[in-house]
Protein backbone atom coordinates (compact mmCIF):
# COMPACT_ATOMS: atom_id res chain seq x y z
CA UNK A 1 0.00 0.00 0.00
CA UNK A 2 3.07 2.67 1.18
CA UNK A 3 4.82 1.61 -1.84
CA UNK A 4 1.71 2.25 -4.46
CA UNK A 5 0.94 5.77 -2.57
CA UNK A 6 4.65 6.66 -2.53
CA UNK A 7 5.24 5.58 -6.36
CA UNK A 8 1.91 7.85 -7.26
CA UNK A 9 3.81 10.93 -4.92
CA UNK A 10 6.71 10.39 -6.78
CA UNK A 11 5.38 10.24 -10.09
CA UNK A 12 3.04 13.52 -9.49
CA UNK A 13 5.32 15.80 -8.31
CA UNK A 14 7.94 15.96 -10.41
CA UNK A 15 4.73 16.12 -13.34
CA UNK A 16 2.98 18.91 -10.99
CA UNK A 17 6.11 21.07 -10.80
CA UNK A 18 6.78 20.64 -15.18
CA UNK A 19 3.01 21.65 -15.51
CA UNK A 20 3.34 24.29 -13.09
CA UNK A 21 6.46 25.72 -14.31
CA UNK A 22 5.03 25.18 -17.83
CA UNK A 23 2.04 27.19 -18.01
CA UNK A 24 3.32 29.69 -15.43
CA UNK A 25 6.20 30.49 -18.42
CA UNK A 26 3.76 30.49 -20.86
CA UNK A 27 1.58 33.21 -18.97
CA UNK A 28 4.77 34.94 -18.39
CA UNK A 29 4.63 38.85 -19.73
CA UNK A 30 7.04 41.47 -20.97
CA UNK A 31 6.19 43.77 -18.31
CA UNK A 32 9.01 45.29 -17.33
CA UNK A 33 8.73 46.59 -13.52
CA UNK A 34 11.07 48.30 -10.46
CA UNK A 35 12.54 44.64 -9.88
CA UNK A 36 13.69 44.37 -13.16
CA UNK A 37 16.24 47.24 -13.09
CA UNK A 38 18.32 45.93 -10.02
CA UNK A 39 17.99 42.42 -10.82
CA UNK A 40 19.54 43.15 -14.45
CA UNK A 41 22.26 45.55 -12.63
CA UNK A 42 22.61 43.41 -10.07
CA UNK A 43 23.30 39.87 -12.66
CA UNK A 44 25.28 41.99 -15.17
CA UNK A 45 27.22 44.59 -13.69
CA UNK A 46 26.97 43.93 -10.05
CA UNK A 47 26.02 47.10 -8.53
CA UNK A 48 22.49 48.02 -7.05
CA UNK A 49 22.75 51.59 -9.38
CA UNK A 50 20.38 51.42 -11.55
CA UNK A 51 21.63 54.74 -13.43
CA UNK A 52 21.63 53.27 -17.08
CA UNK A 53 17.77 53.27 -16.39
CA UNK A 54 16.97 56.50 -15.23
CA UNK A 55 13.94 58.38 -15.94
CA UNK A 56 12.11 55.03 -17.34
CA UNK A 57 9.83 54.49 -14.54
CA UNK A 58 8.38 56.31 -11.98
CA UNK A 59 9.50 53.98 -9.66
CA UNK A 60 13.43 54.75 -9.97
CA UNK A 61 14.81 57.47 -8.62
CA UNK A 62 17.71 59.61 -7.70
CA UNK A 63 19.92 59.85 -4.92
CA UNK A 64 21.97 62.89 -5.54
CA UNK A 65 25.73 62.33 -5.37
CA UNK A 66 24.11 58.55 -4.98
CA UNK A 67 23.58 57.67 -8.39
CA UNK A 68 19.89 56.15 -9.51
CA UNK A 69 17.95 53.25 -7.36
CA UNK A 70 14.52 51.13 -7.20
CA UNK A 71 12.37 52.79 -4.11
CA UNK A 72 11.91 49.45 -2.55
CA UNK A 73 13.52 46.76 -0.90
CA UNK A 74 15.94 44.29 -3.24
CA UNK A 75 15.18 40.92 -1.76
CA UNK A 76 13.16 39.54 -5.43
CA UNK A 77 15.74 41.09 -7.52
CA UNK A 78 18.27 39.44 -5.49
CA UNK A 79 16.78 36.42 -6.56
CA UNK A 80 16.40 37.32 -10.11
CA UNK A 81 19.51 38.30 -10.42
CA UNK A 82 21.24 34.34 -10.45
CA UNK A 83 18.97 32.87 -13.46
CA UNK A 84 19.65 36.60 -15.29
CA UNK A 85 23.15 36.24 -14.94
CA UNK A 86 23.22 32.28 -15.71
CA UNK A 87 20.74 32.58 -18.68
CA UNK A 88 18.41 34.91 -19.45
CA UNK A 89 22.33 37.33 -19.60
CA UNK A 90 23.76 35.02 -22.11
CA UNK A 91 20.41 34.34 -24.29
CA UNK A 92 20.16 38.23 -24.86
CA UNK A 93 23.70 38.47 -25.98
CA UNK A 94 23.35 35.83 -28.40
CA UNK A 95 19.93 37.59 -29.68
CA UNK A 96 21.79 40.48 -29.92
CA UNK A 97 24.62 39.09 -31.92
CA UNK A 98 22.28 37.71 -34.43
CA UNK A 99 20.16 40.17 -34.76
CA UNK A 100 22.07 43.67 -33.97
CA UNK A 101 19.40 46.01 -34.73
CA UNK A 102 17.52 45.02 -31.78
CA UNK A 103 19.70 46.84 -30.04
CA UNK A 104 19.72 50.26 -31.93
CA UNK A 105 17.71 53.49 -31.39
CA UNK A 106 14.76 53.57 -32.79
CA UNK A 107 12.19 56.48 -33.99
CA UNK A 108 8.86 56.65 -31.55
CA UNK A 109 5.90 54.52 -32.42
CA UNK A 110 2.52 54.27 -30.88
CA UNK A 111 1.57 51.31 -28.34
CA UNK A 112 -1.75 50.59 -28.83
CA UNK A 113 -3.37 51.15 -25.56
CA UNK A 114 -5.27 54.04 -23.91
CA UNK A 115 -3.07 54.55 -21.21
CA UNK A 116 -0.45 57.15 -22.16
CA UNK A 117 2.44 56.18 -20.14
CA UNK A 118 2.39 52.66 -21.69
CA UNK A 119 3.48 54.43 -24.68
CA UNK A 120 6.06 56.58 -22.67
CA UNK A 121 8.04 54.07 -21.43
CA UNK A 122 8.16 52.04 -24.72
CA UNK A 123 9.46 55.11 -26.64
CA UNK A 124 11.91 56.22 -24.43
CA UNK A 125 13.09 52.91 -24.36
CA UNK A 126 13.43 52.72 -27.75
CA UNK A 127 15.15 55.78 -28.23
CA UNK A 128 17.99 54.25 -25.93
CA UNK A 129 18.04 50.90 -27.67
CA UNK A 130 16.67 49.20 -24.46
CA UNK A 131 12.95 48.27 -25.25
CA UNK A 132 13.83 44.39 -27.11
CA UNK A 133 15.82 44.06 -24.39
CA UNK A 134 14.23 45.21 -21.24
CA UNK A 135 10.98 43.19 -22.40
CA UNK A 136 13.48 39.99 -23.05
CA UNK A 137 14.81 40.35 -19.40
CA UNK A 138 11.24 40.78 -17.76
CA UNK A 139 10.10 37.36 -20.15
CA UNK A 140 13.07 35.62 -19.13
CA UNK A 141 13.26 36.37 -15.07
CA UNK A 142 9.17 35.37 -15.34
CA UNK A 143 10.52 31.92 -16.86
CA UNK A 144 13.36 30.94 -14.78
CA UNK A 145 12.82 32.92 -11.47
CA UNK A 146 9.12 33.06 -11.10
CA UNK A 147 7.32 29.98 -12.50
CA UNK A 148 9.82 27.74 -10.96
CA UNK A 149 9.08 29.49 -7.20
CA UNK A 150 5.31 28.69 -8.63
CA UNK A 151 5.85 24.96 -9.21
CA UNK A 152 7.81 24.55 -6.26
CA UNK A 153 5.06 26.23 -4.36
CA UNK A 154 2.75 24.13 -5.42
CA UNK A 155 4.52 21.16 -4.63
CA UNK A 156 4.29 21.84 -1.30
CA UNK A 157 0.75 22.25 -0.79
CA UNK A 158 0.38 18.93 -2.69
CA UNK A 159 2.93 16.83 -0.19
CA UNK A 160 1.70 19.13 2.65
CA UNK A 161 -2.18 18.09 1.87
CA UNK A 162 -1.41 14.48 1.12
CA UNK A 163 -0.16 13.95 4.61
CA UNK A 164 -3.38 15.43 5.62
CA UNK A 165 -6.48 14.35 3.69
CA UNK A 166 -5.42 10.88 3.14
CA UNK A 167 -5.76 10.82 -1.06
CA UNK A 168 -3.14 11.35 -3.14
CA UNK A 169 -5.36 12.39 -6.17
CA UNK A 170 -7.45 14.62 -4.61
CA UNK A 171 -4.67 16.04 -3.16
CA UNK A 172 -2.93 16.35 -6.55
CA UNK A 173 -6.12 18.26 -7.84
CA UNK A 174 -6.21 20.40 -5.40
CA UNK A 175 -2.34 21.61 -5.12
CA UNK A 176 -3.23 22.18 -9.23
CA UNK A 177 -6.21 24.05 -8.14
CA UNK A 178 -4.06 26.25 -6.18
CA UNK A 179 -1.54 26.82 -8.91
CA UNK A 180 -3.97 28.00 -11.29
CA UNK A 181 -7.12 29.34 -9.49
CA UNK A 182 -5.67 31.35 -6.89
CA UNK A 183 -3.67 34.97 -7.50
CA UNK A 184 -0.26 32.63 -7.72
CA UNK A 185 -0.63 32.85 -11.50
CA UNK A 186 -1.48 36.07 -12.35
CA UNK A 187 1.25 38.03 -10.19
CA UNK A 188 3.49 35.15 -11.17
CA UNK A 189 3.86 36.94 -15.09
CA UNK A 190 7.22 38.66 -14.14
CA UNK A 191 8.89 39.20 -10.89
CA UNK A 192 7.50 41.14 -8.21
CA UNK A 193 7.88 40.85 -4.32
CA UNK A 194 4.36 40.17 -3.48
CA UNK A 195 4.15 36.82 -5.20
CA UNK A 196 7.72 35.84 -3.63
CA UNK A 197 6.91 36.80 -0.29
CA UNK A 198 3.58 34.65 -0.28
CA UNK A 199 5.56 31.68 -1.56
CA UNK A 200 8.35 32.24 1.53
CA UNK A 201 4.92 32.37 3.80
CA UNK A 202 3.89 29.29 2.46
CA UNK A 203 7.45 27.86 3.06
CA UNK A 204 7.63 29.09 7.05
CA UNK A 205 3.78 27.38 7.72
CA UNK A 206 4.88 24.17 6.17
CA UNK A 207 7.72 24.23 8.50
CA UNK A 208 6.06 25.11 11.65
CA UNK A 209 3.41 22.38 10.67
CA UNK A 210 5.30 19.95 9.68
CA UNK A 211 4.91 18.12 6.19
CA UNK A 212 3.22 15.65 8.50
CA UNK A 213 1.28 16.37 10.95
CA UNK A 214 2.81 16.64 14.60
CA UNK A 215 1.27 16.99 17.99
CA UNK A 216 -0.19 20.07 18.44
CA UNK A 217 1.74 22.59 20.23
CA UNK A 218 5.13 20.47 19.46
CA UNK A 219 7.76 22.34 18.47
CA UNK A 220 8.85 22.14 14.82
CA UNK A 221 12.68 21.77 16.22
CA UNK A 222 15.71 24.73 16.10
CA UNK A 223 16.74 23.91 12.49
CA UNK A 224 12.58 24.20 11.52
CA UNK A 225 12.76 27.47 13.38
CA UNK A 226 15.71 28.72 12.25
CA UNK A 227 14.23 27.94 8.87
CA UNK A 228 10.72 30.16 9.61
CA UNK A 229 13.26 32.94 10.68
CA UNK A 230 15.25 32.57 7.84
CA UNK A 231 12.27 32.30 5.16
CA UNK A 232 10.43 35.59 6.86
CA UNK A 233 13.42 37.64 7.05
CA UNK A 234 14.01 37.19 3.28
CA UNK A 235 10.54 37.86 3.09
CA UNK A 236 11.34 41.61 4.83
CA UNK A 237 14.31 41.85 2.69
CA UNK A 238 11.67 41.59 -0.30
CA UNK A 239 8.75 43.53 1.01
CA UNK A 240 7.50 45.18 4.10
CA UNK A 241 4.33 43.14 3.93
CA UNK A 242 6.33 40.53 5.44
CA UNK A 243 6.41 42.37 8.88
CA UNK A 244 2.58 41.11 9.61
CA UNK A 245 3.47 37.40 9.13
CA UNK A 246 7.03 38.25 11.04
CA UNK A 247 4.74 39.13 14.10
CA UNK A 248 2.41 36.91 13.67
CA UNK A 249 4.82 33.73 13.65
CA UNK A 250 6.99 35.05 16.18
CA UNK A 251 3.70 35.10 18.29
CA UNK A 252 3.01 31.74 17.20
CA UNK A 253 6.08 30.44 17.93
CA UNK A 254 6.32 32.23 21.23
CA UNK A 255 2.60 30.85 22.44
CA UNK A 256 3.44 27.08 21.74
CA UNK A 257 6.80 26.94 23.46
CA UNK A 258 5.00 29.09 26.66
CA UNK A 259 2.12 26.50 26.73
CA UNK A 260 4.75 23.12 25.84
CA UNK A 261 7.55 24.51 28.68
CA UNK A 262 7.02 27.60 30.31
CA UNK A 263 9.02 30.79 29.53
CA UNK A 264 12.21 29.34 28.87
CA UNK A 265 10.95 27.12 26.15
CA UNK A 266 9.40 30.37 24.87
CA UNK A 267 12.48 32.23 25.08
CA UNK A 268 15.24 29.54 23.80
CA UNK A 269 11.90 29.29 20.40
CA UNK A 270 12.08 32.88 20.07
CA UNK A 271 15.46 33.15 20.38
CA UNK A 272 16.25 30.93 17.51
CA UNK A 273 13.91 32.10 15.26
CA UNK A 274 14.57 35.83 15.68
CA UNK A 275 18.38 34.54 14.77
CA UNK A 276 17.32 33.00 11.67
CA UNK A 277 15.27 36.60 10.89
CA UNK A 278 18.02 38.53 11.86
CA UNK A 279 20.45 36.88 9.35
CA UNK A 280 18.65 37.27 6.84
CA UNK A 281 17.30 40.96 7.74
CA UNK A 282 21.06 41.86 7.42
CA UNK A 283 20.89 41.41 3.88
CA UNK A 284 18.23 45.10 3.66
CA UNK A 285 20.70 46.71 6.44
CA UNK A 286 23.59 45.83 4.30
CA UNK A 287 21.79 47.00 0.99
CA UNK A 288 20.31 50.18 2.47
CA UNK A 289 24.15 50.79 3.54
CA UNK A 290 25.84 50.40 0.43
CA UNK A 291 23.03 52.57 -1.14
CA UNK A 292 22.34 55.12 1.01
CA UNK A 293 24.87 55.54 3.60
CA UNK A 294 22.54 54.23 6.48
CA UNK A 295 21.66 50.72 7.21
CA UNK A 296 18.23 51.30 8.64
CA UNK A 297 16.18 53.82 6.58
CA UNK A 298 14.59 52.38 3.62
CA UNK A 299 14.41 53.69 0.12
CA UNK A 300 11.18 55.67 0.60
CA UNK A 301 13.07 58.33 2.88
CA UNK A 302 15.19 58.96 0.36
CA UNK A 303 12.56 59.23 -2.45
CA UNK A 304 11.33 62.55 -4.04
CA UNK A 305 7.74 63.47 -2.47
CA UNK A 306 4.92 61.57 -3.79
CA UNK A 307 0.85 62.25 -3.25
CA UNK A 308 1.01 59.06 -0.93
CA UNK A 309 4.46 58.74 0.54
CA UNK A 310 3.80 62.33 2.43
CA UNK A 311 0.52 61.28 3.92
CA UNK A 312 1.32 60.19 7.31
CA UNK A 313 5.34 58.51 7.86
CA UNK A 314 6.66 57.59 4.37
CA UNK A 315 2.66 56.46 3.14
CA UNK A 316 1.51 55.00 6.82
CA UNK A 317 -1.20 56.07 8.16
CA UNK A 318 -4.39 55.09 9.98
CA UNK A 319 -6.11 51.94 8.04
CA UNK A 320 -8.65 53.56 5.79
CA UNK A 321 -12.54 52.08 5.38
CA UNK A 322 -11.56 52.14 1.79
CA UNK A 323 -8.45 49.82 1.96
CA UNK A 324 -9.87 48.02 4.21
CA UNK A 325 -12.61 46.93 2.30
CA UNK A 326 -11.08 47.35 -1.11
CA UNK A 327 -7.78 45.28 -0.28
CA UNK A 328 -10.94 42.41 0.02
CA UNK A 329 -13.76 43.08 -2.68
CA UNK A 330 -12.51 45.95 -4.79
CA UNK A 331 -13.06 44.58 -8.18
CA UNK A 332 -9.91 46.08 -9.73
CA UNK A 333 -7.55 45.03 -6.59
CA UNK A 334 -9.50 43.25 -4.05
CA UNK A 335 -8.68 39.57 -3.01
CA UNK A 336 -11.84 38.18 -3.13
CA UNK A 337 -13.30 39.47 -6.10
CA UNK A 338 -9.97 37.80 -7.96
CA UNK A 339 -10.07 34.65 -6.19
CA UNK A 340 -13.70 34.05 -4.52
CA UNK A 341 -12.98 30.15 -3.67
CA UNK A 342 -10.93 31.66 -0.73
CA UNK A 343 -14.33 32.54 0.42
CA UNK A 344 -15.00 29.46 1.59
CA UNK A 345 -12.06 29.58 4.38
CA UNK A 346 -14.58 31.66 6.29
CA UNK A 347 -16.67 28.35 6.12
CA UNK A 348 -14.28 25.75 7.46
CA UNK A 349 -13.93 26.78 11.47
CA UNK A 350 -17.56 25.97 11.43
CA UNK A 351 -17.39 22.54 10.03
CA UNK A 352 -18.11 19.65 12.39
CA UNK A 353 -15.36 17.07 12.87
CA UNK A 354 -16.44 13.98 11.16
CA UNK A 355 -14.11 10.79 10.92
CA UNK A 356 -12.29 11.07 8.01
CA UNK A 357 -12.97 14.76 7.37
CA UNK A 358 -9.41 16.11 7.52
CA UNK A 359 -9.94 20.11 9.26
CA UNK A 360 -6.94 21.92 10.58
CA UNK A 361 -6.11 22.39 13.71
CA UNK A 362 -8.32 25.29 15.68
CA UNK A 363 -4.98 26.80 16.89
CA UNK A 364 -3.82 27.03 13.23
CA UNK A 365 -6.88 28.34 12.12
CA UNK A 366 -6.81 31.00 14.34
CA UNK A 367 -3.15 32.00 13.44
CA UNK A 368 -4.75 32.23 9.56
CA UNK A 369 -6.83 34.34 10.45
CA UNK A 370 -4.61 36.25 12.51
CA UNK A 371 -2.44 36.96 9.73
CA UNK A 372 -5.27 37.75 7.47
CA UNK A 373 -6.15 39.99 9.83
CA UNK A 374 -2.49 41.98 10.81
CA UNK A 375 -1.77 41.85 6.86
CA UNK A 376 -5.28 43.36 6.29
CA UNK A 377 -4.71 46.42 8.57
CA UNK A 378 -1.22 46.83 7.68
CA UNK A 379 -2.11 47.20 3.22
CA UNK A 380 -5.05 49.36 4.30
CA UNK A 381 -2.29 51.70 6.45
CA UNK A 382 -0.08 51.63 2.84
CA UNK A 383 -1.36 54.84 1.47
CA UNK A 384 0.80 53.03 -1.59
CA UNK A 385 -2.12 50.44 -1.80
CA UNK A 386 -4.28 53.16 -3.55
CA UNK A 387 -1.77 52.76 -6.50
CA UNK A 388 -2.86 48.91 -6.81
CA UNK A 389 -5.95 49.37 -9.60
CA UNK A 390 -3.46 49.83 -12.34
CA UNK A 391 -1.46 46.35 -11.31
CA UNK A 392 -4.57 44.00 -10.11
CA UNK A 393 -4.23 42.20 -6.78
CA UNK A 394 -1.52 42.65 -5.07
CA UNK A 395 -0.43 43.26 -1.41
CA UNK A 396 -3.02 40.78 -0.20
CA UNK A 397 -1.38 38.01 -2.39
CA UNK A 398 0.98 36.85 0.20
CA UNK A 399 -1.81 35.47 2.97
CA UNK A 400 -3.24 33.91 -0.32
CA UNK A 401 -1.41 30.43 0.54
CA UNK A 402 -2.75 30.14 4.13
CA UNK A 403 -6.34 30.82 2.72
CA UNK A 404 -6.04 28.23 -0.19
CA UNK A 405 -5.11 25.73 2.85
CA UNK A 406 -8.14 27.02 5.18
CA UNK A 407 -10.84 26.68 2.67
CA UNK A 408 -9.66 23.17 1.36
CA UNK A 409 -12.27 21.47 3.93
CA UNK A 410 -14.81 23.64 3.17
CA UNK A 411 -14.24 23.04 -0.37
CA UNK A 412 -14.68 19.14 0.20
CA UNK A 413 -17.49 19.32 2.05
CA UNK A 414 -19.53 21.63 -0.47
CA UNK A 415 -22.53 20.00 -2.46
CA UNK A 416 -20.83 18.85 -5.77
CA UNK A 417 -22.98 21.90 -7.55
CA UNK A 418 -21.84 24.43 -4.88
CA UNK A 419 -18.44 23.73 -5.45
CA UNK A 420 -17.69 23.07 -9.04
CA UNK A 421 -19.49 25.96 -9.79
CA UNK A 422 -17.21 28.45 -7.11
CA UNK A 423 -14.42 26.30 -8.67
CA UNK A 424 -15.42 27.67 -12.46
CA UNK A 425 -16.25 30.73 -11.89
CA UNK A 426 -12.53 31.52 -9.55
CA UNK A 427 -10.83 29.30 -12.80
CA UNK A 428 -12.76 31.92 -15.12
CA UNK A 429 -11.58 34.85 -13.03
CA UNK A 430 -7.60 33.63 -12.99
CA UNK A 431 -7.12 32.83 -16.20
CA UNK A 432 -8.90 36.37 -17.76
CA UNK A 433 -7.09 38.41 -15.51
CA UNK A 434 -3.93 36.34 -16.00
CA UNK A 435 -4.47 36.84 -20.04
CA UNK A 436 -5.78 39.95 -20.12
CA UNK A 437 -3.68 42.09 -17.23
CA UNK A 438 -6.91 44.30 -16.39
CA UNK A 439 -9.43 44.14 -13.88
CA UNK A 440 -11.54 41.64 -13.08
CA UNK A 441 -14.93 42.87 -15.28
CA UNK A 442 -12.61 44.28 -17.62
CA UNK A 443 -10.59 41.34 -18.08
CA UNK A 444 -14.17 39.11 -18.34
CA UNK A 445 -15.23 41.25 -20.60
CA UNK A 446 -12.30 41.32 -22.96
CA UNK A 447 -12.10 37.41 -23.46
CA UNK A 448 -15.91 37.37 -24.45
CA UNK A 449 -15.30 39.51 -27.13
CA UNK A 450 -11.65 39.49 -28.34
CA UNK A 451 -11.39 35.68 -27.38
CA UNK A 452 -8.14 34.44 -25.19
CA UNK A 453 -4.88 34.96 -25.47
CA UNK A 454 -1.36 35.32 -24.19
CA UNK A 455 0.15 38.24 -22.25
CA UNK A 456 3.33 37.84 -25.14
CA UNK A 457 0.77 37.90 -28.06
CA UNK A 458 -1.46 41.11 -26.66
CA UNK A 459 1.79 43.17 -26.22
CA UNK A 460 3.14 42.17 -29.65
CA UNK A 461 -0.54 42.64 -31.03
CA UNK A 462 -0.70 47.05 -29.12
CA UNK A 463 3.39 47.51 -30.27
CA UNK A 464 2.71 46.06 -33.77
CA UNK A 465 3.21 49.62 -35.64
CA UNK A 466 6.43 49.97 -33.96
CA UNK A 467 7.91 46.85 -34.72
CA UNK A 468 6.22 45.28 -37.97
CA UNK A 469 4.99 42.36 -36.12
CA UNK A 470 1.77 40.56 -36.84
CA UNK A 471 -0.39 38.15 -34.70
CA UNK A 472 -2.48 35.85 -36.25
CA UNK A 473 -5.56 34.61 -34.64
CA UNK A 474 -4.60 31.26 -34.33
CA UNK A 475 -1.34 32.10 -32.75
CA UNK A 476 -3.43 31.41 -29.11
CA UNK A 477 -4.75 28.39 -29.81
CA UNK A 478 -1.69 26.93 -31.77
CA UNK A 479 0.53 27.69 -28.33
CA UNK A 480 -2.54 26.15 -26.57
CA UNK A 481 -2.35 23.18 -28.75
CA UNK A 482 1.30 22.00 -27.98
CA UNK A 483 0.92 22.63 -24.56
CA UNK A 484 -2.17 20.86 -24.27
CA UNK A 485 -0.32 17.75 -26.09
CA UNK A 486 2.49 18.33 -24.29
CA UNK A 487 0.83 18.14 -20.83
CA UNK A 488 -1.37 14.90 -21.95
CA UNK A 489 1.92 13.13 -23.00
CA UNK A 490 3.45 13.82 -19.89
CA UNK A 491 0.69 12.77 -17.38
CA UNK A 492 -1.06 9.69 -19.61
CA UNK A 493 1.30 7.22 -17.86
CA UNK A 494 1.09 8.62 -14.44
CA UNK A 495 -2.95 8.68 -14.75
CA UNK A 496 -2.99 5.38 -15.56
CA UNK A 497 -1.56 4.16 -12.29
CA UNK A 498 -3.91 3.89 -9.10
CA UNK A 499 -3.28 6.40 -6.23
CA UNK A 500 -4.69 4.82 -3.04
CA UNK A 501 -4.97 0.82 -3.12
Known amino acids: MTTGRDGFA ?15 AVFATTNVVRETYLAISLGGQASVRVDPYHDLHPDLFEFPGRGWYINSNPGTSILGAVPYALLVRPAIALATRLRPGIAAPKPPATYDDPRPNRTRFMNEARARGLDVILGLAALGTGVTLMAP ?33 TPMLFRAAFINQNA ?55 CWILYDGYRRGGAGAAIRDGATYTAGALACIAILFAYQWVAFGHPLWPAQRYMPPTEYSV ?34 AAVTPFLPRRDGRWIPERSQLAWITASLAALLVFSSAT ?49 AVSMMREDVPTSLRMVATEGPTLPVLLVLRRMAS ?22 AFMWRPALRRTADR
Open 10 to 24: RAASWRLGLTVWLVY
Open 149 to 181: LGALSALLVFLWLRARIGNDRRALGLALLYAFA
Open 196 to 250: VVAHLVLGAWVLKTGLSPRPMGASPGARPLAGIGLLLGYALVCDYSAIPFLVVFG
Open 311 to 344: RGWLGFTIPTVQLLVGNLFDPRYGLFAFCPLLLA
Open 383 to 431: QFANLQWNTGVRYMVPVAPLLFLAAVPALTAMPRLARWSLVTVTIAISL
Open 466 to 487: GYGVSVPWWSFWAIALVVALSL
